[in-house]
């Protein structure tokens, strides 16, 4: 089953997905966090076949709400509901840091990247489990 990563922002949204299997996760793109961008992913869900989303879980390292964590849970209940496929939560600290770590020289942070990271995550967690 393919997986599709989300690294929520309030701007742009970083989006990766996974190989069929659901084992290793890839940037895929960045968009803009708009009103086109529910039907973008939709799109993206039903073109690629995914059978699950995994969106970041926007909480600070003690677990408490930082300033997006109520938009961030927010738009993944919007998603579940209008995609119709399930979602899971994911740990995302540190993921634009680790991002950046590998980005080219000179390119920062890419949110396709983080978004690949935490989608690993979830990955790496469920074949343990």
């Given at each position: 089953?393919?997986?599709?990563?989300?690294?929520?922002?309030?701007?742009?949204?970083?989006?990766?997905?996974?190989?069929?299997?659901?084992?290793?996760?890839?940037?895929?793109?960045?968009?803009?966090?708009?009103?086109?961008?529910?039907?973008?992913?939709?799109?993206?869900?039903?073109?690629?076949?995914?059978?699950?989303?995994?969106?970041g879980d926007a909480r600070a390292l003690s677990g408490a709400e930082n300033p997006v964590t109520q938009e961030a849970d927010a738009f993944a209940e919007s998603l579940a509901r209008e995609s119709g496929v399930p979602l899971s939560r994911a740990f995302e600290a540190w993921s634009s840091i680790e991002a950046s770590r590998y980005a080219p020289e000179g390119k920062g942070h890419d949110d396709a990247a983080a978004a690949a990271i935490i989608l690993q995550r979830f990955l790496d967690v469920r074949a343990r489990a």
């Open positions: 089953m393919k997986y599709l990563g989300i690294d929520y922002g309030s701007k742009r949204m970083g989006v990766a997905i996974s190989d069929e299997r659901g084992v290793i996760a890839f940037p895929r793109m960045v968009l803009p966090n708009d009103a086109a961008l529910m039907r973008a992913l939709a799109r993206l869900i039903t073109d690629e076949k995914v059978g699950h989303v995994v969106v």
